[in-house]
């Protein structure tokens, strides 16, 4: 069962729009959705999470917002790039906060994970350390039920400790079957070692939205002298890429095999995004 | 009950703003220093400093900040209308120091009339359009220009203030004392009773507005 479906998402802004994104994303599974800044990563978990309003429609779990607003951002729990909680306030204000507006909020839940990663609670937010207002955000919503976790750049400036702890309750998140994360970063190391699906966007159009192993299935890094390339080869080369010692570039095995003499190795998820955006350009 | 657990957010950052209390008891002092003051003075400067603080707490908030509470599970503008009920409870409690204000002057200055009921509810009713205008201007504005912005907010609230004072000071000319008394007698029934229908309105075309908006 599909756990989050978008269909058809439009957004005009004066020098960008977003044209049509549509994907889906069964329960039980991680989403990794990149591109570059501006591309419209940002809209579109913005349109999710109802904090700005597009054309087409959204469902989590069969609800719409129009049709049940509670309901719908009930299930949605929100990590940004930056801390939303109001600064001024502290912790015990912020726990207070949820217990009134979340009706599956465990303030015990919250508490273990504020004793957990020993967050201060009579300091004010505006004193918390970027890595501690990154925990505040996941203990919140990690101590209520949801069923979509959107996750906008969450785990950048992390230090390495704490975002391998994310992710392992990213993945824990997921153990059950029932729910999923929508991961958008720009660090693709993190979606290399957790995300199923990946989306790629570009100046707010889709490219594609696969499996992680299709994705590494179907493409190959190619590295070869600069002599070894033809036109006509060229023309097969994703993003191509060329320096004085010769050339890197994506070949799709739908293609056949690649030529005779040319190195060829399993890319990355980092290289088949940049390869196929330089290739855009 | 959603919109109140809204307003109570901004209670809690009200912690920052307490120095509105000081209204009232500034209020006390200088109509003992006047002897010729009035009474309604008292409550005239407490509204004042309600005008001021009712929408600080909020006015000032990030865009991040907005998000938090827009992404809280609750119907659409219900955010905006905690806001308006947030100012309206701080008008009710400026209305009652002023008034505790203008007692405890009273136990000084006995040969002063107490403030008329009229002149309460109409000046209550009044502060409370200005904040209307005032939280309805944050909506419009919010994120932008933020110094401009607390200006423009903070408008209302002088033009209160020196509104007030001008009344003071030209009640007393048959002229004016006309249409003060017109306004204070007749109107000003209907005056406190519209201008918190006005008020209500406000909220609600803020709300809309800023569903319509978007964060």
């Not at chain 1, 479906?5 to 994907?23: C, M, N, R, T, W």
């Not at chain 1, 890094?221 to 070894?228: F, N, Q, S, V």
């Not at chain 1, 070949?251 to 003499?261: I, T």
Request: glycine share 8%.
């Amino acid at each position: 069962m599909n756990l989050l479906e978008v269909a058809h998402l439009s957004k005009k802004y004066p020098g960008f729009a977003l044209q049509d994104i549509s994907f889906s994303l069964p329960s039980g599974y991680i989403m990794g959705y990149v591109g570059q800044n501006g591309a419209g990563k940002t809209t579109t978990l913005n349109a999710i999470t109802h904090l700005n309003h597009c054309e087409g429609t959204i469902q989590i779990d069969g609800i719409q917002y129009e049709n049940d607003p509670v309901k719908y951002l009930e299930a949605i729990g929100f990590v940004g790039d930056s801390s939303y909680f109001p600064e001024d306030l502290n912790l015990r204000q912020i726990r207070s906060i949820l217990k009134d507006f979340y009706s599956t909020f465990r303030p015990e839940e919250f508490d273990h994970y504020v004793k957990h990663w020993r967050l201060p609670e009579r300091a004010r937010i505006k004193g918390f350390s970027r890595g501690m207002k990154v925990k505040l955000m996941f203990a919140s919503i990690l101590s209520r039920d949801t069923k979509l976790l959107v996750l906008d750049e969450a785990t950048n400036g992390l230090d390495p400790m704490v975002r391998k702890e994310i992710l392992g309750l990213l993945q824990e998140y997921i153990s059950d079957g029932s729910r999923s994360v929508l991961f958008s970063t720009h660090i693709l190391e993190d979606l290399e070692q957790i995300a199923d699906f990946i989306f790629l966007i570009n100046e707010g159009k889709k490219i594609f939205c696969d499996t992680k192993e299709e994705l590494l299935e179907t493409y190959l890094l190619i590295k070869g002298g600069r002599e070894d390339l033809t036109p006509e080869l060229k023309k097969q080369l994703i993003g191509l890429e060329e320096n004085a010692f010769g050339f890197e570039a994506l070949y799709s095995v739908k293609n056949g095999l690649p030529p005779a003499g040319w190195l060829s190795a399993k890319p990355s998820i980092d290289q088949i995004v940049v390869h196929i955006i330089e290739d855009m350009r | 009950m959603k919109i109140l657990n809204y307003a109570k957010i901004d209670f809690m950052k009200l912690k920052d703003y307490a120095w509105f209390l000081l209204f009232p008891v500034l209020s006390c002092v200088l109509v003992l220093q006047d002897p010729s003051a009035p009474l309604y003075v008292c409550v005239l400067y407490s509204l004042f400093g309600g005008v001021v603080c009712a929408s600080l707490p909020f006015a000032s908030e990030t865009r991040a900040a907005a998000g938090f509470l827009q992404l809280l599970p609750s119907r659409d503008g219900d955010n905006i209308r905690g806001h308006f009920l947030f100012s309206s409870f701080i008008q009710i409690t400026s209305l009652v120091l002023g008034l505790a204000a203008s007692f405890v002057v009273r136990l000084f200055q006995p040969q002063l009339p107490f403030v008329s009921l009229n002149t309460c509810g109409l000046m209550f009713s009044f502060s409370l359009v200005l904040v209307g205008i005032q939280n309805l201007m944050y909506v419009i504005f919010r994120y932008q220009a933020a110094k401009a912005v607390v200006f423009i907010r903070l408008l209302p609230a002088f033009l209160f203030f020196y509104g007030g004072l001008l009344t003071n000071k030209y009640l007393t000319t048959p002229a004016f004392s006309d249409i003060a008394a017109w306004i204070l007698n007749p109107g000003s029934l209907i005056l406190t009773v519209l201008c918190p229908i006005l008020y209500l309105l406000m909220a609600q075309a803020g709300a809309a507005l800023s569903t319509r908006k978007g964060l």
